[in-house]
């Protein structure tokens, strides 16, 4: 002890700040080292968790911006296929309505030729008619007679045949 003396050291004194300094130490653990270490320790979980979070919403953006994709992909091929059966039924009107026009014409081109058939039957028999008048008249004057309905209608008969 006596290098103690030497030095200037009280062990007394030494003795009661030691006790002093685990004093300070045991209350500065208890009430400040504790709290701030819960702090802090609060803090990292706090951070530990933001990052999952943060990690959980890149991976839920992720899916979506895939899920956008996948939406706007079917969307695009389900206009697309509408396109394309617009585009048949389209055609497939315009065909249809083409054999319809084409039908209608026939029809009319059909009732065309019909109409002039009869009109030509009818001035042929009007025709025949005048012949048959013309014919009955020349007789007339060349036999200097009048013929009977009988020979009128032998010698328009025998006139129409040489005549057709």
């Not at 290098?3 to 002093?20: S, T």
């Not at 803090?43 to 992720?62: G, P, T, V, Y």
């Not at 012949?131 to 328009?156: F, H, N, P, S, Y």
Request: aromatic share 4%; glycine share 2%.
């Amino acid at each position: 002890m006596e290098i103690l003396e030497q030095f200037g050291i009280n062990p007394i004194l030494l003795a009661a700040q030691v006790v002093n300094f685990f004093i300070l130490l045991f209350i500065l653990k208890k009430f400040l080292y504790k709290p701030i270490l819960k702090v802090l320790e609060e803090r990292k979980r706090k951070i530990d968790e933001s990052l999952k979070n943060a990690e959980s919403i890149e991976k839920r953006l992720l899916e979506t911006e895939e899920e956008k994709e996948k939406i706007l992909t079917k969307a695009s091929l389900d206009a697309q296929k509408f396109m394309d059966e617009t585009k048949k039924e389209l055609e497939a009107f315009k065909e249809e309505m083409k054999q319809n026009a084409q039908k209608e014409a026939e029809q009319i081109i059909k009732k065309g030729q019909e109409i002039a058939k009869a009109e030509t039957e009818k001035m042929e028999q009007q025709v025949m008619g005048r012949i048959a008048e013309v014919v009955a008249v020349a007789m007339e004057k060349v036999a200097g007679k009048v013929l009977d309905k009988k020979d009128q209608k032998e010698a328009i008969e025998r006139s129409i045949r040489n005549i057709s």
